[in-house]
């Protein structure tokens, strides 16, 4: 069974830095696709950053020159650097994973870990 299980979050004040990871319970290989994603009180979820299995990355706007997305292959783990963090960063953070399961692609997630950036 698939696991994604995120951890780091935290209160930090605006300004300030995370890190977020992401272990998975199978080869980080394994994965098209890695996303941390990100939903804030009334909001929908939205997309922060990817990176392919070929190490392509892609940044929200909102985020860019501020939140790095990366992987340590050895340790079948994702992380999501964020500085210079503002309030508005203030969301529940979740881990995404792409496979190729029976010929198709199926999205697998993570339990979630609260951010918040007080001003």
């Known amino acids: 069974q698939e696991q994604l299980v995120e951890s780091g979050g935290g209160l930090v004040q605006s300004g300030g830095s995370l890190r977020l990871s992401c272990a998975v319970s199978r080869s980080i290989f394994g994965y098209l696709l890695m996303a941390w994603y990100r939903q804030a009180p009334g909001k929908e979820r939205e997309l922060v950053a990817s990176l392919t299995r070929a190490d392509s990355t892609h940044y929200a706007d909102s985020v860019k020159d501020r939140f790095t997305i990366s992987k340590d292959n050895a340790k079948n783990t994702l992380y999501l650097q964020m500085n210079s963090l503002k309030p508005e960063d203030t969301a529940v953070y979740y881990c995404?994973?792409?496979?190729?399961?029976?010929?198709?692609?199926?999205?697998?997630w993570g339990q979630g870990t609260q951010v918040t950036v007080s001003s």
């Open positions: 995404n994973g792409r496979r190729v399961v029976a010929g198709g692609p199926t999205d697998y």
